[in-house]
């Protein structure tokens, strides 16, 4: 059973940054293919980032260039800096893991993601 904790999340002002963690248990973890998505109230979810157990990283296009995902597998934690904060940013983050030996071939937004933690919540205003 796996289970993700993300923090991180505040009130911040346009133009301001934030450093979103997710913890992550599971002796698998390094091998997971992980992602970040943020979803508003009435909205669709919107996958952010993705990052797999060699570091390779891939971004929706918002967010290419402000946002940067990584990992450090010795603390079992995923991490979300969000820099030049917009007021369209503010939604519930999510952290995800996609525990699949194909999707650690092949990690990317579209992956069937199959754990997701309870959500840290971003505000920009």
């Known amino acids: 059973h796996v289970q993700l904790v993300e923090s991180g999340g505040g009130l911040v002002q346009p133009g301001g940054s934030l450093r979103l963690s997710c913890a992550a248990s599971?002796?698998?973890?390094?091998?997971?293919?992980m992602g970040w998505f943020r979803q508003v109230p009435g909205k669709e979810r919107e996958g952010l980032a993705t990052i797999d157990s060699s570091g390779i990283t891939a971004y929706a296009d918002s967010v290419k260039g402000r946002f940067t995902i990584s990992r450090d597998n010795s603390k079992n934690t995923l991490y979300l800096q969000v820099d030049s904060l917009k007021p369209e940013d503010t939604a519930m983050y999510y952290c995800?893991?996609?525990?699949?030996?194909?999707?650690?071939?092949?990690?990317?937004?579209?992956?069937?993601?199959?754990?997701w933690g309870q959500g840290t919540q971003v505000t920009v205003s």
């Open positions: 995800a893991v996609a525990v699949d030996v194909a999707w650690q071939l092949s990690c990317h937004l579209g992956a069937r993601f199959d754990y």
């Open positions: 599971g002796r698998t973890y390094s091998k997971w293919c």
